[in-house]
């Protein structure tokens, strides 16, 4: 595609509820990352694909959290047992490569956990 | 690992003046600076970048100078315009992520 597309562009949910999260990359590109926004905020790195495998996961914050991206593009990333602090927009990016850190961000999906 | 300290965190301006934003990193081993400007419920989306290679890059109103031994680079935006107020985000890449300053609220009053 054109640009990083992430889905849903909105999602509020119940404390407890499980959460899935969509990227889909730009096409060809090989490295996709997610990062979390919280208000007022800098992007907070998660975790970071080369492919189908996790390269770098030490930013996700506990094991509610888990990504995955089966086939090398599509990823998602599935948060269960939501809490509060959960609340944050999800931003994903990719690159064509992970050694340059030239990545391109979607418009993020805002989690709301009520 | 990696860590980024960004000042000022809000910077208010006049239209026509210059506008610095300044980072730290702490990472030598750092080599890939980008500067990042979010627009209010928008992506980020990448404005300039630098390489440890080099000290200084300009395109138009904007340009970034690293100091490596310092370990900090700065933003600059000369004749500003009420369009360019929004957040500001340093980031510096190391082990194939970015680490993202605090960000910088910039206010461009006409």
């Known amino acids: 595609g054109a640009g990083v597309s992430q889905t849903p562009s909105n999602k509020v949910t119940e404390k407890g509820k499980y959460v899935e999260l969509r990227c889909d990359p730009i096409?060809?590109?090989?490295?996709l990352y997610w990062y979390r926004q919280s208000l007022g905020q800098g992007p907070e790195f998660l975790i970071y694909?080369?492919?189908?495998?996790?390269?770098?996961d030490s930013g996700l914050p506990n094991d509610r959290f888990f990504a995955v991206r089966p086939e090398g593009s599509v990823s998602t990333l599935k948060i269960q047992r939501t809490e509060r602090g959960d609340s944050a927009v999800y931003l994903c990016?990719?690159?064509?490569?992970?050694?340059?850190?030239?990545?391109?961000f979607g418009e993020g999906s805002r989690l709301t956990v009520l | 690992g990696e860590n980024v300290e960004q000042h000022p965190s809000t910077l208010s301006v006049q239209e026509g003046d210059s506008a610095v934003i300044k980072c730290t990193y702490s990472d030598s081993a750092s080599n890939y600076f980008p500067w990042y400007k979010q627009e209010l419920g928008k992506r980020p989306q990448l404005i300039i970048d630098?390489?440890?290679?080099?000290g200084e890059k300009k395109d138009q109103r904007i340009a970034v100078t690293l100091n490596k031994t310092a370990k900090h680079f700065s933003l600059h935006i000369t004749e500003t315009q009420p369009e360019d107020s929004a957040v500001y985000f340093c980031?510096?890449?190391?082990?194939?992520?970015?680490?993202f300053g605090q960000g910088t609220e910039l206010s461009v009053k006409p």
């Open positions: 096409s060809g590109h090989t490295a």
């Open positions: 630098i390489r440890s290679n080099v």
């Open positions: 980031a510096a890449f190391l082990g194939g992520k970015l680490i």
């Open positions: 694909f080369q492919g189908t495998g996790a390269a770098d």
């Open positions: 990016a990719s690159s064509s490569t992970p050694y340059t850190g030239e990545l391109f």
